[in-house]
T-cell receptor
């Protein structure tokens, strides 16, 4: 069965650079969630989208922005990167009416040097 | 705000034995959902089991079962007949009814001893 796809899987950037992470939800899923998991930390919710509209917002820095496109894929844009942004970024997706089934992608490991 | 607490940073169990991972949470809501996620070394987040708060019956999924005590705000995970592939970080997570985001605990690292 198709799963959530995230690209790239690994990304190395320097401080003050910009990064774009992409998430392709499971086909027919209309809701996308982004989580950030720092080293040795639990995942922290960043933001979610339903039908291309932001549906919830967590502890997402102002330097980060995200959107969901007409094909339901989502992109997380991160600017002015800081060392502390180094983390594993998960995308998850679900289908309206099946919100208990939130499927996670494999994550993008971002390293800021 | 809801909080999830996992008081056991690490646990170990002999292969084929049973282990229980603890989770407590704090909420003022009456309708919510609870989850256990497994994160193996691959770092993939895998849903193990889920529980709707309005259901009194404890959820079970093969060798995995929960002990949900709503009044005590406790949600422990029992793994029976532990297998080497069960070795992973286990995260307890909470989600409000009508909300979408998951709030995770700090995790318990489970080691399986052959």
């Amino acid at each position: 069965a198709a799963g959530v796809i995230q690209s790239p899987r690994h990304l190395i950037k320097e401080k003050r650079e910009t990064a774009t992470l992409k998430c392709y939800p499971i086909p027919r899923h209309d809701t996308v969630y982004w989580y950030q998991q720092g080293p040795g930390q639990d995942p922290q919710f960043l933001i979610s989208f339903y039908e291309k509209m932001q549906s919830d917002k967590g502890s997402i820095p102002d330097r980060f922005s995200a959107q969901q496109f007409s094909d339901y894929h989502s992109e997380l844009n991160m600017s002015s990167l800081e060392l502390g942004d180094s983390a594993l970024y998960f995308c998850a997706s679900s289908l309206t009416g099946q919100v208990l089934k939130q499927y996670f992608g494999p994550g993008t490991r971002l390293t800021v040097t | 705000a809801q909080t999830v607490t996992q008081s056991q940073p690490e646990m170990s169990v002999q292969e084929a034995e049973t282990v229980t991972l603890s989770c407590t949470y704090d909420t003022s809501e009456s309708d919510y959902y609870l989850f256990w996620y497994k994160q193996p070394p691959s770092r993939q987040m895998i849903l193990v089991i889920r529980q709707e708060a309005y259901k009194q019956q404890n959820a079970t999924e093969n060798r995995f079962s929960v002990n949900f005590q709503k009044a005590a705000k406790s949600f422990s995970l029992k793994i029976s007949d532990s297998q080497l592939g069960d070795a992973a970080m286990y995260f307890c997570a909470y989600r409000n009814f009508g909300n979408e985001k998951l709030t995770f605990g700090t995790g318990t690292r489970l080691t399986i001893i052959p």
